[in-house]
């Protein structure tokens, strides 16, 4: 994924020279100041995070789709410090959930707790009650938990004994796991990944990026103190919630909504998968590709949107067979490949 404005398309994309459905009007003025502000953000990042870029990008998707991402990547690659910072850049309100194996579900939701003053009962909020859940290594904790939150992932309340409470809006899981070869750890199940929107690998860095990390700590940056790095609050909820409004009116022309629907068809067919992506994955992705137009200062979506954000929003929406993972096939090698064959319309 590249960034809106800040760079080239991603290798092997077509650029179309005529936009497949008429631009509308230009967009009132509250919604591009959000856009200025949410690009921004990324600068914003910039100051803690050294590259990754496509990571933040497809953060910022995702809280545009009100959707929550998964961010996977070895020990040591910013995953963390990514999430906080966003969160810092970001006026919205913040918690970090640990998560280890003997969390439990009450620890995430909250529970009822006895009140000897009262005699009562009353319900004590869990971590889940806030705008940006950090859920730090969801992989560490057993399943029961990792399900509570994927629950309330999806229904944005909490039920205790009967009783619904909403979660504050809006509210976004950005949660970090360790690849799932590491020892001690619970994979999240196929069909509970499906609840995130959007799943980001971070890669280790190139080496010129690595020297800049480490010239940024030999000139004092202290992870743990973002403020000292200069990192604050650019853009906050009114922006995104201007910004959403701003992306539901992006338009998608029926031939790039039928270049979703085959390359989700091209996935289901390809040999190594064992299950492909659904037609929810193909939803998200067209929900992804209008964000994306949108923060690419477009009111039209195109296949090169559908392009950039096809891999985040579907990689882990498939199931290799077991052979072809031995063979080292991985998801986006999968799409690599239907994005290479699945003609492109022009
Ligand atoms: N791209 C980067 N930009 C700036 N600092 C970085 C970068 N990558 C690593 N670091 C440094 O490495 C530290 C480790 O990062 P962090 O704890 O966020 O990693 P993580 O991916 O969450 O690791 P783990 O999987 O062990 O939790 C950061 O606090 C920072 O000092
Ligand atoms: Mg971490």
Redesign the pocket.
């Known amino acids: 994924m590249t960034s809106p404005n800040l760079g080239a398309p991603p290798p092997g994309s077509e650029t179309l020279r005529k936009p497949l459905a008429a631009p509308q009007a230009p967009p009132p003025a509250d919604a591009e100041a959000a856009r200025r502000a949410l690009v921004t953000l990324r600068d914003e990042v910039a100051k ?5 870029d496509a990571a933040v990008s497809g953060l910022v998707v995702a809280l545009l789709c009100r959707g929550h991402a998964l ?1 996977e ?12 910072t966003l969160a810092a850049a970001l006026s919205l309100d913040t918690k970090r959930l640990q998560f280890t194996p003997d969390l439990m579900p009450g620890d995430v939701t909250g529970s009822l707790v006895y009140d000897s003053r009262t005699s009562e009962f009353t319900f004590r909020e869990g971590p889940v009650f806030t705008n940006l859940l950090l859920a ?2 969801i992989n560490r904790t057993p399943p029961k938990t990792q399900a509570a939150l994927l629950e309330v992932m999806e229904e944005r309340q909490v039920t205790v004994e009967g009783v619904p409470r909403p979660l504050p809006a809006p509210f976004a899981v950005l949660a ?1 796991q ?1 690849p799932i070869e590491h020892e001690g750890t619970y994979p999240l199940p196929e069909a509970q990944l499906d609840r995130f929107l959007i799943k980001v690998t ?1 890669p280790l ?1 190139p080496r010129d ?2 020297v ?2 480490l010239a ?2 030999a000139g004092g ?1 202290d ?2 103190n973002l403020a000292a790095a200069g990192v604050s609050p650019v853009a906050g909820p009114a922006d995104l919630a201007a910004a959403r409004a701003a992306v539901s009116r992006v338009q998608i022309h029926p031939e790039v909504l039928a270049y979703i629907v085959d390359l989700a068809r091209a996935t289901r067919a390809a040999p190594s998968v064992q299950l492909g992506v659904s037609p929810r994955g193909a939803t998200a992705l067209l929900a992804t590709t209008r964000a994306w137009a949108w923060l690419s200062g477009r009111t039209y979506a195109t296949p090169d949107d559908v392009k950039a954000l096809a891999r985040a929003t579907l990689r882990h929406r498939i199931s290799l067979r077991p052979e072809a993972e031995q063979d080292g096939v991985t998801a986006d090698t999968v799409l690599d490949q239907v994005l290479a064959v699945v003609p492109v319309p022009r």
């Open positions: 803690a995070v050294v590259g990754q961010l990547g070895v020990p040591g690659v910013a995953k963390t410090l990514l999430v906080r730090d290594e970090t360790n971070l860095p990026d690595e800049r990390i940024h700590h940056f992870p743990g």
